[in-house]
């Protein structure tokens, strides 16, 4: 069979996909919690959420609203979380990935200026320079406050968005690694860093699971 055969997945589908697997973690946390089997498979779904945000990011043509409807639902959930759990400041998911679309479009940025042969020495530094600043500030937001999986967490949509050119004056061989495994791949480095710094022993590092099914994922939106 050949391997474009395989790929059964949309976009859709991962992220309907990913909704389920988090359910089932859930499900698992709140009524099995003796039984790990659902904790496990429950680890795929936040990579395959990252990469639905790296997906995201590529495709989209208005990053402000992009980024605002997704940090306005992390306020609003966070607002929640946090009158309805006695103040506790842990923040959600979704600021997790509000900070990695921040980073991501920075990276874009980088990138843009690094390949348009427009661009200036002094356009290509400092948008190196904001990249490696949104990142830094990442990294020190993560250390003032606990961020649902961590600065690792924060960076595997990034990882994911790497090799993304998508729009990008990028060199051909540069645009040959812009395909779904090699992405997919990238997202390996920060999902074993978030388990290095987990306090779930061996747990985490089920969600390297993921990769093989986004190798399945065909690139395309919907059917």
């Given at each position: 069979m050949q391997p474009d055969k395989l790929r059964i997945f949309n976009a859709n589908a991962i992220k309907f996909?990913?909704?389920?697997?988090?359910?089932?973690?859930?499900?698992?946390?709140?009524?099995?919690?003796?039984?790990?089997?659902?904790?496990?498979?429950?680890r795929l779904?936040?990579?395959?959420?990252?990469?639905?945000?790296?997906?995201?990011?590529?495709?989209?043509?208005?990053?402000p609203k992009h980024f605002f409807l997704l940090f306005?639902?992390?306020?609003?959930?966070q607002t929640v979380y946090y009158?309805?759990?006695?103040?506790?400041?842990?923040?959600?998911?979704?600021?997790?990935?509000?900070?990695?679309?921040?980073?991501?479009?920075?990276?874009?940025?980088?990138?843009?200026?690094?390949?348009?042969k427009d661009?200036?020495?002094s356009e290509k530094v400092l948008t190196g320079l904001l990249f490696a600043l949104v990142v830094f500030c990442v990294y020190a937001l993560n250390r003032l406050l606990t961020i649902d999986y961590g600065f690792w967490g924060c960076m595997t949509p990034v990882f994911a968005s790497?090799?993304?050119?998508?729009?990008?004056?990028?060199p051909a061989f540069l645009k040959r690694l812009d395909c779904i495994p090699v992405r997919a791949a990238?997202?390996?480095?920060?999902?074993?860093?978030?388990?290095?710094?987990?306090?779930?022993?061996?747990?985490?590092?089920?969600?390297?699971?993921?990769?093989?099914v986004l190798c399945l994922y065909n690139g395309e939106r919907e059917s």
């Open positions: 996909l990913a909704a389920a697997l988090m359910v089932i973690d859930h499900v698992g946390l709140l009524f099995f919690p003796d039984m790990l089997l659902f904790r496990k498979i429950g779904s936040m990579p395959l959420f990252a990469f639905a945000i790296a997906e995201g990011c590529k495709y989209t043509k208005n990053k306005g639902l992390a306020v609003i959930c009158f309805f759990d006695s103040g506790n400041l842990y923040m959600c998911i979704l600021v997790t990935f509000s900070l990695s679309v921040l980073t991501i479009y920075a990276l874009q940025a980088f990138k843009q200026s690094l390949f348009d661009s200036t020495l790497l090799f993304d050119f998508h729009r990008i004056p990028a990238c997202m390996i480095l920060p999902l074993i860093g978030i388990a290095l710094v987990s306090n779930f022993g061996n747990l985490p590092y089920f969600a390297l699971c993921a990769i093989p």
